[in-house]
């Protein structure tokens, strides 16, 4: 007999002849170290007699932890009497749960038969309560059983991960070992993270001038993580709520043979729950009855399932060799419905598909068996809606027979109007013997909406005449298309349109996979659309294709290009993957360009490379940044949620869906009175021809041809530069450098000059700045330091911003805010060598000095028009005349320069509210 006691601790233990028994009180389990079990045993004691083969035990625990599960008690007593170890009673509390469990486990042949012999022959123990639920004869059996008065699901997740781990073969000895590992990864690494906070803080103190870029990446990256998370659902952890019930398990069996069958698991529950909410969803009630099988799978006898007015219920077998279930949902809402099938389709975007409205319907049976499904379901949606379509109603049927082959019927009806939409088939699957298709598709009148409400963004159907129907046969692997359109009189809205397409009418065939476009000719306002050909489905054939004229369209797709469209193209190959060639000229119009935040892939590299020498890196930081700033400053509605819409035309999934078309020799015009917009911040005139080859994709596509700027300005808030109209002012498009294009351009201000030739991807590398008053913009004498232009900028700045007694200067912010969103009209030509520009806008009076009590607008006589002319002959002779609203007062300006010689000038200056100034200049460079 040992005996050991010291403090509140103690251990007594005996062993004689194949029996033993123990006491242990006051033993706490964080000393032992062992896994993350901790506790203190408050009372734990054992006895066993391996020869009469009995036994008994307790245990009384206190605040146990075991890999993230705790409780406030564990108590349990086992006893083993013959080949039966049971656990009669054990009781895990918790701060919100309770559970109760009790089993027995028949014990192996392989240690029943190691067993010592017995002192006397006894008769076996019987186990009459469980004669119908547990064999005590079968080497191996067991069973468990778990009562739950009340439980908490937050505190229950740990323990369902403890048994998932164990499940997949974990062991206590594997958590010392990460224990370990984790210790000496901290050890290795400690002097890496004083390291690292060094570096921290050199990159940051540099990195400075840079932040904007830093923030606009993260910006992008937010968005993408929160685009991204829409299809995924919360996770287990996010699940709360209060359950209660009881589960008994039964199952084990030792394999004699190989041939044995393999020992079958069983589960019988009976559980509810309620308040359950799992991250934005929550349900009211939960109620599940039945049995689960290794070898049957699971028999419900009921699953109910209630949340608000919907509801799930589901009664029968699933999942084993023969199924016979029912289902029903009743009330579902139709956006909770994308919320669980985008997770089970990851590789579709959801968002290709118009937003749905309305309660869902849904019953169901399933039969077969799980390698075989067969079943059928009915699908309602009442007070349905597609997009902005009503519904009148909607219904879907469907189902898998026994011979592999898919069956479905569709109908859906618009709320307004006559029409529907239609369709019906039998679909085989890959395993089916018959492999005939046959699909069937009907729209009319009013059934156009639905078909319209997937792209909101490109059209909507108003009225009209329309009949349409397809036909599929043949197989999926070679499937025949057939079908007919005819459309009469139809009214479409179209938001990249000015105005509304009507009449639009159109006959088109589909034979044999071959489609024939009879007529298509469509009005908006003065514009026609005409198309006329045939063009195969799938396979490339020698057809002449599909020829379409567009004459005086006018488009007005938001933010990208507002203006008239002229085309004649003809579109070959395939409808699938076309090919396009021919001509299309933009004109009378504008092209917005829009800031793209650099990747960050690029700004990887950027970091990486540091190739960029100091002069190059302030450069950038000079204008590129006061670029940015401006937009932003000179933007009214920036910060305003409303003013940050994406780009629904440009965005980059709309361009993956055109990555089929291939354009040929696709001859591109611009001009003539065309503009190249940056919001508030440039207006360029633009001209030229390029050429387009390859398909749709930034890497691959292949333009030839140049651009010309004939006329524009930039505004810089505080400071305004305009082209240098004796510079060629152009960018190059090669095949070689695809959408990489070269840009000469040069900018002129009052007190600099800036040049910009280089890739357009690298322009901030390829800037230099140089004072006004050289000749020839790059020349070295005349280079301007970063730090030199940056001053320029912030003396011009303060001067708008304040007055001459240093108060903010109200008046002159709010007439240059509101000046640079009046509209501008600028006109110019050649007569002879002679080169002229005209330019008005709109010019307002100081605010502050407007009577608060009257309206501004309510007398135009607030408004006067500024304008501005100039003439040029070459670079001898240059006279500009201005005339524009300065606060309170109109100030008008003379400029004129005369080249005297090769190296004098004259420039003459006359000011409405200061003297005449006549200056010359001299040059020692030609």
Do not use: C
């Not at 991204?228 to 709360?240: A, N, S, V």
């Not at 119009?589 to 892939?601: K, L, M, R």
């Not at 040929?664 to 911040?681: A, D, K, T």
Request: hydrophobic content about 40%; glycine content about 8%; proline content about 5%.
């Amino acid at each position: 007999m040992v005996q050991i006691r010291r403090n509140n601790l103690k251990i007594s233990a005996d062993v004689d002849d194949f029996a033993g028994s123990f006491d242990v009180a006051g033993l706490l389990l964080d000393d032992l170290e062992f896994a993350s079990l901790r506790g203190k045993v408050e009372a734990a004691s054992a006895k066993i007699d391996l020869r009469d083969r009995v036994g008994v035990g307790s245990l009384q625990l206190k605040q146990p932890r075991l890999s993230g599960i705790s409780g406030d008690s564990l108590e349990a007593d086992v006893t083993w009497a013959d080949r039966v170890v049971s656990l009669q009673r054990a009781t895990l509390k918790q701060a919100k749960s309770q559970y109760d469990a009790d089993g027995d486990y028949a014990l192996p042949d392989d240690i029943w038969n190691s067993l010592p012999s017995e002192r006397d022959e006894k008769s076996r123990i019987t186990l009459s309560s469980y004669e119908n639920e547990f064999n005590s004869d079968v080497s191996g059996a067991w069973r468990f059983r778990l009562a739950v008065p009340e439980a908490d699901i937050e505190e229950m997740l740990p323990v369902l991960r403890v048994l998932t781990d164990l499940r997949k073969g974990a062991t206590p000895e594997e958590y010392g070992r990460a224990k370990q590992a984790f210790l000496e990864g901290v050890e290795k690494t400690g002097y890496a993270i004083v390291d690292l906070a060094r570096q921290v803080d050199e990159v940051t103190t540099k990195q400075k001038s840079e932040a904007p870029v830093a923030e606009s990446a993260t910006s992008t990256d937010d968005t993408k993580e929160v685009s991204e998370t829409t299809k995924t659902l919360p996770g287990l952890q996010d699940l709360k709520g209060g359950w209660h019930g009881m589960i008994q398990a039964t199952g084990g069996g030792a394999l004699e043979t190989f041939d044995s069958p393999q020992p079958t698991e069983t589960v019988l529950f009976d559980v509810a729950g309620s308040d359950w909410q799992w991250g934005p969803y929550k349900v009211e009630r939960v109620e599940a009855q039945g049995e689960a099988s290794s070898s049957e799978g699971v028999k419900l006898t009921s699953l109910e399932v209630s949340s608000d007015a919907a509801s799930l219920s589901v009664s029968g077998a699933i999942g084993g060799s023969r199924q016979d279930a029912t289902f029903a949902v009743r009330d579902l809402p139709a956006p909770l419905l994308g919320a669980f099938v985008g997770p089970l389709m990851p590789e579709q975007d959801l968002s290709d598909f118009p937003r749905i409205g309305g309660d869902f319907l849904v019953q169901g049976h399933l039969g077969g068996s799980v390698t075989a499904p067969e079943g059928e379901f009915l699908m309602r949606l009442r007070d349905g809606k597609i997009g902005n379509v009503k519904l009148k109603s909607a219904e879907l049927s469907a189902e898998l027979n026994e011979a592999r082959r898919a069956e479905f019927e569709g109908e859906a009806v618009p709320a307004v109007g006559s029409g529907l939409v239609r369709i019906a088939g039998v679909v085989p699957l890959p395993e089916a013997n018959d492999q005939s298709l046959a699909v069937d598709w009907r729209v009319r009148e009013h059934g156009m909406t639905l078909l319209t409400a997937f792209v909101p963004e490109v059209a909507e159907w108003q009225s009209g005449s329309a009949d349409m129907s397809l036909h599929v046969r043949g197989t999926p692997a070679a499937p025949v298309y057939d079908g007919v359109m005819e459309i009469r009189k139809a009214r479409i809205l179209s938001p990249l349109l000015a105005r509304p397409i009507y009449p639009a009418n159109a006959t088109l065939r589909i034979q044999r996979n071959t489609l024939y476009v009879d007529d298509i000719e469509a009005k908006s306002a003065k514009g026609v659309v005409r198309i006329k050909g045939a063009m195969p489905l799938l396979k490339p054939s020698r057809s002449s294709g599909v020829k379409m004229t567009i004459d005086g369209l006018d488009v007005r797709a938001r933010n990208v290009y507002n203006g008239q469209l002229n085309a004649a193209m003809v579109a070959k190959g395939t409808v699938t993957a076309p090919e396009l060639s021919g001509d299309v000229r933009f004109s009378r119009g504008t092209a917005f360009v829009q800031q793209q935040p650099p990747n960050a892939d690029e700004m990887l590299n950027q970091t990486k490379s540091g190739a960029l020498s100091g002069a190059k890196r302030d450069s950038r930081g000079v204008l590129a940044g006061i670029l940015e700033r401006a937009a932003r400053a000179n933007d009214p509605n920036h910060g305003e949620a409303g003013n940050q819409t994406e780009n629904e035309l440009m965005n980059e999934k709309n361009l993956e869906k055109l990555q089929n078309l291939r354009l040929r020799g696709l001859h591109l015009s611009v001009g003539p009175e065309m503009s190249v917009v940056y919001p508030f911040v440039l207006n360029f005139g633009v001209s030229g021809e390029l050429t387009l080859d390859g398909v749709i994709d930034a890497g691959l596509l292949r333009p030839n041809g140049s651009l010309l700027f004939d006329r524009g300005d930039v505004n810089l808030v505080a400071t305004q530069i305009r082209l240098d109209r004796d510079h060629p002012n152009r960018i190059v498009f090669t095949p070689e450098q695809g959408l990489d294009p070269y840009v000469d351009i040069s900018f002129l201000g009052t007190d600099l000059r800036a040049l910009i030739q280089g890739p357009a991807s690298r322009w901030t590398d390829s800037l230099t700045l140089t004072s006004s008053a050289q000749t020839t913009p790059g020349e070295g004498d005349a280079t301007l330091s970063p730090s030199e232009a940056a001053r320029i900028f912030e003396g011009q700045l303060v001067e708008s911003l304040l007055e001459q007694d240093g108060k903010i200067a109200f008046s002159n912010l709010a007439s240059t805010t509101l000046a640079s969103l009046m509209p501008k009209i600028e006109a110019g030509g050649n007569v002879g060598k002679a080169r002229w520009r005209l330019t008005a806008a709109p010019s307002l009076p100081g605010l502050l000095s407007l009577d608060p009590d009257l309206d501004p607008f309510s007398n135009t006589g607030s408004f006067t028009l500024g304008s501005e002319a100039e003439i040029s002959f070459g670079d001898s002779l240059q006279a500009t005349l201005s005339r524009n609203l300065d606060a309170d007062e109109m100030r008008t300006e003379l400029s004129l320069m005369y080249k005297l010689t090769s190296k004098l000038r004259m420039q003459l200056k006359s000011l409405s509210a200061s003297a005449t100034r006549v200056m010359f200049e001299f040059s020692t460079k030609d």
